[in-house]
Nanobody, 127 residues
């Protein structure tokens, strides 16, 4: 069974940076569209960023565009989320997810497209 394990979360002051990593234990990682989602207390899980299987295409939510960068290293079965200029409203549990689908700007935002999920990593941005 494929597992996704996130790491890199923590407490950071506003304006700071964090690098999240998500390692996959399964084979065929390079066939999956990978995404990052987040869930703040009392709110629904929301799309953050996604990347195609090759890494040639990426998508970001408007709220993080220009501040967050998603990337992947298929040789290491790992996807990353570089978060810069963090704001208190970025505070949430961040989840890594993988899906075997053809990504488009609309489809990558749909939670149901993703069949693998990590356990989440907490990111807290202090004001």
């Amino acid at each position: 069974q494929v597992q996704l394990v996130e790491s890199g979360g923590g407490l950071v002051p506003a304006g700071g940076s964090l690098l999240l990593s998500c390692a996959s234990s399964g084979r065929a990682f390079n066939e999956y569209t990978m995404g990052w989602f987040r869930q703040a207390p009392g709110k629904e899980r929301e799309f953050v960023s996604a990347i195609s299987w090759s890494g040639s295409s990426t998508w970001h939510a408007d709220s993080v565009k220009g501040r967050f960068t998603i990337s992947r290293d298929n040789a290491k079965n790992t996807v990353y989320l570089q978060m810069d200029s963090l704001k208190p409203e970025d505070t949430a549990v961040y989840y890594c997810a993988g899906g075997h689908f053809i990504p488009t700007a609309i489809v990558v935002r749909e939670l149901d497209q993703y069949v693998m999920w990590g356990q989440g990593t907490q990111v807290t941005v202090s004001s």
